[in-house]
């Protein structure tokens, strides 16, 4: 079952200008993590913000999390032709009592920067 | 090398077939993890691990086995290999359940 939902879908846009993606879930989580895929390639970790917080930044990199909405939001400022990559949101979910956590992750955005 | 590698990056296989997927990581993560990506689904838990000799089903386990005798590798085993397996296959490690996950580069699986 997927818990975390991106959109858009795919988003195409100019170098310098701003990225929003937004990620939805449905259950209560202990946290929520944004990666990056380039074509071909692994998942890379961006950013984790834990469901106490807010907001969270690092570099370029801005997230949000609204957890009486069950949403979070990555917005990737000034973007660059390198930020071309998919971005998937993966909240976590506990597996059984013993406290495993697994994260789901959702389809993911499709970032289209072009020069 | 440090990090977490897998191999073999591509494999072709015919239905019917028994194939291994290796997945190898060099800082002794207590976490090990397999997902699938196919288009239109993310990322599926296919079976995870939360220390040598400790391995559970995720997701999609069906037609899939793992096993876990040493805490730096964590090998996936299709049993006989379905048309619906092809995929590409990731594995990652975790220091612990909730923390960042480290993925490999990937193997792309095709199952003729």
């Known amino acids: 079952s997927q818990q975390g939902e991106e959109d858009p879908q795919a988003l195409s846009i100019q170098e310098g200008e701003n990225a929003t993606m937004n990620c939805s879930y449905k259950t209560s989580i202990n946290n929520l993590q944004w990666y990056r895929q380039n074509s071909g390639r692994g998942l890379v970790h961006l950013i984790l913000?834990?469901?106490?917080?807010r907001e969270k930044h690092s570099g370029r990199l801005r997230v949000t999390l609204d957890t009486s909405k069950k949403s979070s939001s990555l917005l990737i400022t000034a973007s660059r032709a390198a930020d071309t990559a998919s971005y998937f949101c993966a909240t976590d979910e506990i597996l059984f009592s013993g406290g495993y956590n697994k994260l789901i992750f959702g389809a993911g955005t499709r970032l289209a920067v072009h020069p | 090398d440090a990090g977490i590698t897998q191999s073999p990056r591509y494999k072709i296989t015919e239905t019917g077939r028994q194939v291994t997927l290796m997945c190898h990581q060099t800082w002794s993560h207590s976490y090990m993890f397999w997902y699938r990506q196919d288009l239109g689904h993310g990322l599926r838990l296919i079976y995870y691990?939360?220390?040598?000799?400790?391995?559970d089903k995720g997701e999609v386990p069906d037609g899939y086995v793992v096993s876990r005798s040493k805490t730096e590798n964590f090998p996936l085993t299709l049993e006989s290999a379905t048309r619906s397996q092809t995929s590409v296959y990731f594995c990652?490690?975790?220091?612990?359940?909730?923390?960042?996950?480290?993925f490999g580069p990937g193997t792309r699986l095709t199952v003729l």
């Open positions: 691990s939360a220390a040598a000799d400790i391995t």
């Open positions: 913000i834990r469901s106490n917080e």
């Open positions: 990652a490690s975790s220091a612990s359940s909730y923390n960042e996950q480290f």
